[in-house]
């Protein structure tokens, strides 16, 4: 089995159609699997939706998808964001957000799954660092009831091993929070056992001529134009 994780597109297509190209050179690749938070933020909330659709790539919920179609009301800059996202989606768009489950599990053989969440098995908002402290990882792996845990939601790339379990962040598509500004996903391999690749796409996106284009056309362009050139929150 051969699958691609990715997370936190947030409404930039042209990284998520970079990352889309990457994949379509990795031989054998089986399953793309999508960690939340797919369209708040970025130009094209309506287009990565129709993008995963035309796919068929399997989503879970992150909490910016949830604060769309709950209406929740966060603290901080994605407040002001989420009328403009809103009126950016169609009823169909709506409902597939809210139909989004909350976690996946991909089971090659018993007792290696594969777990996939957007913050923590326990709670959708959590930010799990990857510096985070190692009772807060065991608990993480205890609850996902899984040696190899996936999350997004921080933005920030990295592979951790705890007692011979692994925690993966893929990192971010659209809006890198750790000093690359390349689009980031990650690969796993089941032959008997799990293997993790982490990868940034290396050509075909282009972060200064995207962040002219959300200066130019985002209603908030430039702080978020300086967090596409910078890879910073």
């Not at 407040?79 to 009126?87: F, G, H, V």
């Not at 989004?100 to 018993?110: A, C, T």
């Not at 659209?174 to 796993?188: E, H, K, M, N, Q």
């Amino acid at each position: 089995m051969k699958l691609a994780i990715i997370c936190d597109v947030h409404g930039n297509l042209a990284a998520l159609e970079a990352v889309a190209r990457d994949l379509d050179r990795v031989v054998g690749l089986q399953h793309v699997l999508v960690g939340g938070d797919i369209c708040l933020g970025g130009l094209e909330p309506a287009e990565c939706i129709d993008f995963l659709r035309q796919r068929e790539w399997s989503a879970i919920l992150g909490n910016t998808d949830r604060y769309i179609t709950e209406e929740v009301v966060p603290a901080g800059p994605a407040a002001s964001l989420l009328d403009w996202t809103r009126r950016s989606l169609d009823s169909d768009h709506m409902l597939y957000l809210a139909e989004l489950p909350f976690q996946l599990r991909m089971v090659p053989e018993e007792g290696h799954d594969l777990y996939l969440v957007h913050a923590t098995p326990w709670d959708i908002e959590e930010a799990v660092q990857p510096d985070a402290p190692e009772d807060l990882v065991e608990r993480i792996f205890e609850e996902a009831r899984a040696n190899l845990v996936v999350y997004g939601h921080v933005h920030k790339q990295h592979r951790r091993e705890l007692r011979g379990r692994v925690l993966v962040n893929p990192g971010s598509v659209g809006f890198p929070f750790d000093w690359d500004p390349r689009p980031a996903y990650a690969l796993f391999t089941w032959d008997g056992r799990w293997h993790v690749q982490l990868r940034r796409v290396e050509r075909g996106y282009d972060p200064e001529r995207i962040a002219r284009r959300y200066a130019a056309h985002h209603p908030y362009g430039a702080i978020w134009a300086q967090r596409i050139r910078t890879a910073r929150a």
